[in-house]
T-cell receptor, first 115, second 111 residues
Framework: NAGVMQNPRHLVRRRGQEARLRCSPM?????VYWYRQLPEEGLKFMVYLQKENIIDESGMPKERFSAEFPKEGPSILRIQQVVRGDSAAYFCASSPAPGSSYEQYFGPGTRLTVT | GENVEQHPSTLSVQEGDSAVIKCTYSDSASNYFPWYKQELGKGPQLIID?????GEKKDQRIAVTLNKTAKHFSLHITETQPEDSAVYFCALLGSARQLTFGSGTQLTVLP
């Protein structure tokens, strides 16, 4: 009974490169959320997706960041032209469809370091 | 938007004592309040949650209380053990299903 899976667990990128973070939700979950955790801080909501649809991206930076959850395969959080301030832990959570449960279960995170 | 304040930021207790962490919020529309435990280098783990139609919920050594009128909720851990040492986050669910988190409490249980 696998939980939420994220890869890679650690990612090092130089300034200006692209970062791609992947998330596979728990079995039976159709909704995915991305959160960012800066050092010594709490988690901040970024984006909420279901298959082939972005529900809410109010927490996403306006530039360089994008997310998708295709019909097949994992959800992807993409950061273009990374800067040092993008260094953080990025967590994905998943939940069942609305109406059945409120719980969100988190993956182990991807720790992005921009050098 | 929603705002959650969490206190204290650090808490040290002797093994076997109780620990209490409190959170206050501003959005009266919230109706789901989870608590997460995060160990170093790991993702947040859901440990207990409460919905607005109840005032208290207990699961073994962990309990959560909710006062919707006063807009605050608390986590209670009894008979603390060294493995309870971690960062604890309160959160609430917004209308768009996003979680808003408190700033976290570093709990240290001293043997």
């Amino acid at each position: 009974n696998a939980g939420v899976m994220q890869n890679p667990r650690h990612l090092v990128r130089r300034r200006g490169q692209e970062a791609r973070l992947r998330c596979s939700p728990m079995k039976g979950h159709s909704h995915v959320y991305w959160y960012r955790q800066l050092p010594e801080e709490g988690l901040k909501f970024m984006v909420y997706l279901q298959k082939e649809n972005i529900i809410d991206e109010s927490g996403m930076p306006k530039e360089r960041f994008s997310a998708e959850f295709p019909k097949e395969g994992p959800s992807i959080l993409r950061i273009q032209q990374v800067v040092r301030g993008d260094s953080a832990a990025y967590f994905c959570a998943s939940s069942p469809a609305p109406g059945s449960s409120y719980e969100q279960y988190f993956g182990p995170g991807t720790r992005l370091t921009v050098t | 938007g929603e705002n959650v304040e969490q206190h204290p930021s650090t808490l040290s207790v002797q093994e076997g004592d109780s620990a209490v962490i409190k959170c206050t919020y501003s959005d009266s529309a919230s109706n789901y309040f989870p608590w997460y435990k995060q160990e170093l280098g790991k993702g947040p783990q859901l440990i207990i949650d409460i919905r607005s139609n109840v005032g208290e919920k207990k699961d073994q050594r962990i309990a959560v209380t909710l006062n919707k009128t006063a807009k605050h909720f608390s986590l209670h851990i009894t008979e603390t053990q060294p493995e309870d040492s971690a960062v604890y986050f309160c959160a609430l669910l917004g209308s768009a299903r996003q979680l808003t988190f408190g700033s976290g409490t570093q709990l240290t249980v001293l043997p």
